[in-house]
T-cell receptor
């Protein structure tokens, strides 16, 4: 158990809808990262927050947004969903800002299916 | 744009054999190379990592070999066990920045 929790575990929705994925980082970790894992693209970095502030952006679509709250949990909002958004979404956390060379602890993921 | 190329896509090894997974990169700014292990239904977990100032790092049955001039690194799993069956991802980071760039993953199956 990594100490990172994600809810829900599974999400099935329709095209055009909006969903929110939730992540609680490990106790004490200030950085939260979101990744998308699909069969054809592998693990793609989406965005990082550190102590409430956005710190790095990767291949995140404009239809997607995220935030980190004062209690350090984070939410990833996906809107105007398309079939191609179906994927596993992982949250990871690390202790420091520059998490690229820290151990990143991954949650169990949320499997999103868009029908 | 795939900055870290990983091969093979899948691998079947007999119990007790050596599993070898290879990765190659183009970005010479990369200076940290971790390997992550992912079991079905779980998130990836850090397995072992190396920096380019050494050519090899060993932790138990897992060894990373690093060739800076060829811009390649590989994971060797000695005495492979059925419990090692998982998907393995190589990754790279540049300059301590925030972003990890992952390879596409290798699905390893260790057969009895």
């Amino acid at each position: 158990d990594s100490g990172v929790t994600q809810t829900p575990k599974h999400l099935i929705t329709a095209t055009g809808q909006r969903v929110t994925l939730r992540c609680s980082p490990r106790s004490g970790d200030l950085s939260v990262y979101w990744y998308q894992q699909s069969l054809d693209q592998g693990l793609q970095f989406l965005i990082q927050y550190y102590n409430g502030e956005e710190r790095a952006k990767g291949n995140i679509l404009e239809r997607f947004s995220a935030q980190q709250f004062p209690d350090l949990h984070s939410e990833l909002n996906l809107s105007s969903l398309e079939l191609g958004d179906s994927a596993l979404y992982f949250c990871a956390s690390s202790a420091t800002l520059a998490g690229g060379q820290d151990t990143q602890y991954f949650g169990p993921g949320t499997r999103l299916t868009v029908l | 744009q795939q900055q870290v190329k990983q091969s093979p896509q899948s691998l079947i090894v007999q119990k007790g054999g050596i599993s070898i997974i290879n990765c190659a990169y183009e970005n010479t700014a990369f200076d940290y190379f971790p390997w992550y292990q992912q079991f079905p239904g779980k998130g990836p977990a850090l397995l072992i990592a190396i920096r380019p100032d050494v050519s090899e790092k060993k932790e138990g049955r897992f060894t990373i070999s690093f060739n800076k001039s060829a811009k390649q690194f590989s994971l060797h799993i000695m005495d492979s066990q059925p419990g090692d069956s998982a998907t393995y991802f190589c990754a790279a980071n540049a300059g301590g920045g925030n972003k990890l760039t992952f390879g596409t993953g290798t699905q390893l199956k260790v057969e009895l």
